[in-house]
């Protein structure tokens, strides 16, 4: 199959990057669009009870942002497709793959630490780490660097070299003019 090179269907994978992130590009997805990733994304268990206990351990996890995507979580209860009887992969994840996978990780992430990032890339049979300077959440959309290697690994397969440090293109906390 020959290699598609449309910029057009680039800016569209990471747009869906984004939407799947929930960033700012992707400000019209619903909240039911974000549950039916969310939903699926982790074995929640079928009873809302049991969110508390899932808060606290999440929480000890990751202060910041457990407790809230916990509770957050309570829909994926009664959510009308169970994780167990969908198909998805649930490993081995060790193997190596024909293609290495490409991780991104920010080095300030509220939601999802770093060291998170770093576990997944040793974790994983092949994978590539790219680091992100930022203290925000999701940094598709918010770096150009980043965004051009996302879109050359999904649509020409380029590997990006690992070890790379990348910057945001905004800074969070710009100096005012005087």
């Given amino acids: 199959m020959p290699r598609l090179r449309i910029p057009t269907l680039a800016l569209a994978l990471t747009g869906a990057l984004a939407l799947l992130a929930g960033t700012a590009q992707a400000a019209t997805a619903s909240p039911g669009d974000l549950l039916a990733v969310n939903c699926l994304d982790k074995p929640y268990p079928p009873a809302p009870q049991l969110f508390p206990l899932i808060a606290r351990a999440w929480e000890r996890e990751a202060p910041t942002f457990g407790r809230y995507q916990a509770f957050d979580a309570p829909p994926c209860a009664t959510w009308p497709a169970k994780t167990w009887e969908v198909e998805r ?90």
């Fill in 89 to 178: 992969y649930t490993g081995p994840w060790n193997r190596r793959t024909a293609h290495p996978l490409m991780v991104i990780g920010n080095t300030f992430d509220p939601a999802t630490q770093y060291r998170f990032a770093q576990s997944m890339q040793r974790e994983l049979g092949s994978a590539v780490l790219v680091t992100v300077d930022m203290i925000e959440h999701c940094a598709v959309g918010r770096s150009a660097a980043l965004n051009a290697l996302v879109t050359s690994y999904l649509v020409d397969q380029a590997v990006p070299a690992a070890g790379q440090l990348l910057t945001p293109d905004a800074d969070p906390f710009p100096v005012p003019a005087s």
